[in-house]
Every structure is written in C-alpha cells, then in structure tokens.
C-alpha cells in the first residue's frame, strides 16, 4: 500500500488476518502505518522511483491516498506494474472535473456544475442557482481544502484570481440545500464481483468527516436502494477495484452524488466493529481479486466518531478516563503526534439507539480533545 | 511480549488499535508475530540474556507461552523487569504439582490426583479411583504432550520409568466422566479489576482444543455463574495479571478445573468477533493496567475452529474456495508453513444456531485441511 497513513495501519491489521503479505510505501518511520507494520519500504510515496521500485517489489499496488501524480501512475502501468484501483479510474478520482463529466454521462444524480475559467462562469452560473455557490479546486484537495463557499460575485472573482495564479482548475457546483449529508461504499474486484454496505449518515464539521451513523436512521428504503445501485453503478462504469465510497447529499426528492473515493475512507471506519467485514479487509480481498466477504451488520446500530488532537498534547490521562467511563467504547489510536485538529484516532459504539450511541461516542472524543476540562 | 507465534501475532493486532508500543522477542524471523510486528527482537524467548535485555527495552513484559523458566523470570524481576503475569503466578502455569496443591488449599473442584514418585503411587491411586487413570508431567507439557491414560499398572509403571529417566516430576490424576469440557476466561489487572467471559464449549480432539462453541449451549446458570466465580477466585488468589484461561469438565454435578493458562489462549480467539473486547486487547489492558473492556458478546452465538494443516501444504485454492462458499467465515492465518496437524490458523462464525455455526465452521477447517477432496 502506497502511503503510510492511518488508513494503511488498519490496513495492516486486517492483512495480518487474512495472511496477506502486507507492505507499506511510506515518507517516514514516524508515519501511521510505519510504526507498526514489519514490512516498510521508506521513500517518497508520490514520487517516481520510489513508487515504481514498490510496484516491482510488490505484487499488486494500491493506495491509501490520492495524490500520486497521474505520469507516475502511468509510468508504472507501462512497467508492468499492477495498480489496483488502475489508473484510468483513480484519474476520476483525482481530479474532479473528469469525475463530474463522466458522472453526468452515466445520468448520476448530481449538484448542478460546471468548469470555470474567469469569474463571469460563476455569475453566469449562479443566475441560475442563486447564491451562495460552491466552487471546488478540481484538484488536489481533500477534508475541506481546497472548497469555497461564495456569496457573491466578488467573492468568486477574489477565488477564480487566486486559483488561476496558482494554475488550479476550478469548478462551480450549487449549493445543495440537503437535509444531511449521507455515504455508501461499495467494494469491486477485478472478476467484478461487487459488495455494497449500508447507507451511513455522515456528520461533517469544517469540511471533515466527524461522526458516522451507520446504517443511516430513518432513511427510506428507496433511497437506500438507490445510494446502493448507484454505487455500484459507478464503481462498474468506472472501474474501480477494491473499495469505493461515494459520498451524497440527502434531499427531499433523492440522492445526490458528491464526492468519489477510491480507498477505504473515514465513512467507512464502523466497518471494523460494526459489519462481519471491515473496509479494509474487503479492500485487500478485492484489490487482491479474492472472493469478496460479507458487508452484514450485526448490531442495530453503530457510530463511529473521530479523535481529533486538542490544546493539550498530552492525552494519555484523557485515555484511560475514557476507557474506564465507557468499557464498551472501541477506541483507535493511529500513532500520531498531538496537534489541535488533527485527526489521532477515532472511536465506535455499537448497540440499539442511534442517540444514546451518539451521545457517548461524542463525550468520549470530546473528552479526549480535552473540550469537558 | 515474549514469544514469536500466533498469540502474539493476534497480540500485535490488538496493539495497534490501542496505539500500545508493541515489540516481540521472537526466536527467529519466520515465527507468526515476527512475520507481521513492526517492533521485532530476534533472540532466545526462553534465554536469561534475551529475556533480560528485551525486559529492560520495555515497561512491561508478557507472555505468549508458559515456557520461560523460574530461574530466568527470577533473574529478570530481580534485576526490576516488570513481568505480568509475575514470577509468582507464573509458577502455577508452569508446574502442575504446585497448581494443584494450591487449588487443594483454595477448596476449588478438582479430578481427585497426587504426586507420584513410584509404579505403586499409581496404582495406589487407581485403587480408589479405578482404571484408567491418567500420568501427567508437572511441567512442560502442552497441547496432549505430557499427558498419558494408562488402563494398568504395567502402563504405568512403563510411563513412570520413562519419567524417571528423563527426570520429569509426575502426577496422577483421576479419569473424570466429564458430560463435556468447559472454559473460562477471566482478565485481571494489577489494581485488581477483573472482567469476565462467557463460559464456552471447547472441543477437544488428540489433546488439541478444536472447537469452541461461545457461550456454551444449554449451560445451567448455576454451573456457569460457579465456573466464572472459581475463575475470578483463581485469579486473585493466585495474583494473575492478564488473561487467565480456566479449562474444565462438566459433570452431572458441577464443574472440576483442569487446567490453567495465564496469557491469550485457544479458546479465546472467539471473543475477536464475538466480544466487544477480544482477549488480545484485554490481555494488553490488564497487563498495563489500563481500565478493561467490555466482554460483552453481541450475537447469540460465536463458534471458533483450528485450522490445521493437511498434506498439502498448497492451500491458497483451497482458501478461495473458502471463502466464496461461506462470505461469512472469518479467516485468520497465522503466516505459517503448512504441515500435517500444525495449527496454522483459525475460522469464526457469529450468529444465532449453534449447530449451523459449528457445522460451517467445520466445514471451512475440513475443507481448507483438504479432507473433503
């Protein structure tokens, strides 16, 4: 796995199960992932040599991240190496333009949009949307960078100017007046043999993913069943392999498609306690092309909310009155360093009420960031 | 932790969600553990100057056997290695005339025994308690090695001679008419907070515990509510910190203790799906004495089978096949050569018919051993 973040670590730990010869592409030994897997390669996790020396090392490649550049996905397909998911769908992915384009091919529900090269797109496509409007870097962002809600005109202009500078593409989408916010994944492997999980409710805060209701409460069925076909429609028409998660605006009338990954993703992280296969094992089983496990859930419900670092980068007096208040908190700690903000592990409840598994996921990440002092 | 196999391996695992810094003292780089654990020391995991030295790299160290010996435990806790368990409660694993006298003192349910020194102690002993009765070495002895059930005295006398001569010290013990064969496990931290499992049904076959059906079917309240309490009873009597594995028979009557194993053990590898907290998380938080975890089941059922190895040693078709018959069989692969009757890793089924789970976990273990081709 190209990366040694967090989401490589819970890889390693599912790869360990499985007897799946697990190695990790990673910048540092401090990294995630580096801290704890026996198999580490360090080097430049989006840089030419390093990744296409791993892809020789390794059998099939995937990633926990989408920021190797396109030329060095490229250069290893054209070695020989296996990139699984392959280039061709991690371009959708990457970059949102593509992603946007084809998914209005398939006839994907989505927020209106459209490309923009000077600050007049954006008016003339806010005359039809009202404002505010959303207007996205079509790449290279990822847990709220690069997204800007604009109010106005100059507000767009100010945007459009700055990113041109920077020679980023933009895109402008409506701002979805949704009721909440939703996600669903969906594994695929190369055989095509897909699995879809339940539709998850997402909670967002400042553009990251905080907390995660799974399956999502209250949603009806038809929609439900339409998140989940349109996941695997999308990971069919794309091609992706192992996981993908589709994140969505719930409205009134449907669903709505937001935002594409092709890993396992922070959505997905109830997986671990809450469903008979985690994400991270189906993603080895798919990219891996073994027969796919079961996405069953077992309990009602499960949340999951994350860890984020507060003032105070002392935690472990934080973690032991957690663990003792709730014994049934499952918490993940990913070996990282405490800084405000930053996301150092997350937690998961599993049970029958939705709320009171809420209610105690939140008081166990709020007291770790220390916010109850 | 002491020790490179599978308990370590599935140790690490549990590691790393707790963001504990984890390191093995592994015999040699193939072992379980060392294939999989960032953290790895190669050297002697029974040596005095392995021991010493990996116990002063580390805050605290335990075990995944029972076969480091007193004088070394002695040598590193005389030299300030935190050891948990302890050399005290250590002694009762390894030596089974001084867990039984000790279980005597406490007035646990035990087969009826006594040390023997001669052919005539036996058949002394077989004079109350009838043929067969079965010799067991006090120490060293693991997984029906060590254990002999002779039908008479000549046997015996032949398996007293050969003890003699390798000057293993011996005990006898009464053949108990056991309806089935029980476990419990219980953790203990050194503040003395205790958690305790479901009791289970193990199934053994050549000495070798095969199945575990969690909870055990049709267990009267009273014998289960007995065995958790000698469980619990043992283990602060004895000053265990971790897991503590209590083995039984079931009788008409009650329940007699068997044996004791004071680390993760086989009949535990259900609570990883079938518990909130797995003993390899629990056996991490007791020996750091951090607060324990919940050992609260969800499903109705878990049922755990071996994997042992067939006389093919090829077996990643016969792991496809697996698991695309039965999605929800959970797999873990201990990272091992195949050979005939060698653990090598272990199936899970969580649900609601002990019976269906038992016979699908079955069939996973036959099939994977290659017995049903």
Chains 1, 2 share one sequence.
Not at 199 to 222: F, M, N, Y
Not at 234 to 250: D, N, P, Q, R
Not at 292 to 314: H, I, K, Q, W, Y
């Amino acid at each position: 796995m190209v990366g040694g973040g967090q989401l490589s670590r819970m890889t390693h730990q599912a790869a360990i199960a499985l007897g799946v010869d697990f190695g990790v592409l990673a910048a540092g030994p401090a990294d995630s992932a580096a801290l704890v897997c026996g198999n580490v390669t360090l080097g430049d996790d989006r840089g030419l040599q390093d990744v296409l020396a791993f892809a020789k090392a390794n059998d099939v490649v995937t990633f926990d991240h989408e920021h190797v550049p396109e030329p060095v996905l490229r250069a290893v397909e054209e070695a020989g190496g296996l990139l699984r998911p392959g280039r061709d769908p991690l371009r959708f992915a990457q970059d949102k333009l593509r992603m946007r384009t084809r998914l209005t091919e398939l006839g994907a529900p989505a927020p209106r949009w459209r490309a923009v090269a000077s600050p007049e797109h954006v008016t003339a496509f806010a005359a039809g949307t009202g404002w505010p409007v959303v207007l996205k870097a079509a790449r290279g962002g990822y847990d709220g960078k690069g997204v800007w809600v604009v109010d106005d005109a100059d507000a767009a202009a100010a945007v459009v100017a700055r990113a041109a500078a920077e020679d980023v593409p933009l895109l402008v989408e409506e701002k979805v007046a949704f009721e909440r916010e939703l996600a669903v994944q969906v594994a695929r492997s190369p055989h095509g043999q897909v699995a879809v999980y339940p539709v998850v409710e997402t909670v967002q805060r400042d553009g990251i993913c905080h907390e995660v209701i799974a399956p999502a409460p209250g949603l009806s069925e038809d929609k439900a069943t339409r998140a989940q076909q349109l996941a695997i429609e999308i990971a069919h028409a794309l091609g992706v392999t192992g996981m993908l998660a589709v994140e969505l605006f719930e409205t009134a009338d449907g669903v709505l498609v937001n935002e594409l990954a092709m890993r396992p993703h922070n959505s997905g992280h109830w997986t671990i306690e809450g469903a008979r296969t985690s994400q991270f094992e189906q993603h080895l089983r798919a990219v891996l092309d073994l027969p796919l496990g079961s996405p069953r859930t077992d309990a009602p419900f499960t949340v999951m909310a994350n860890l984020l670092g507060g003032e105070d980068p002392e935690v472990y007096r934080r973690y032991l009155h957690v663990m003792a208040v709730d014994p049934e908190v499952k918490i993940h700690f990913y070996g990282k360093d405490v800084r405000p903000g930053r996301k150092i592990g997350h937690v998961t409840v599993t049970g029958d009420d939705h709320r009171d598994l809420l209610e105690r996921a939140r008081a166990a990440a709020d007291y770790l960031r220390g916010d109850d002092q």
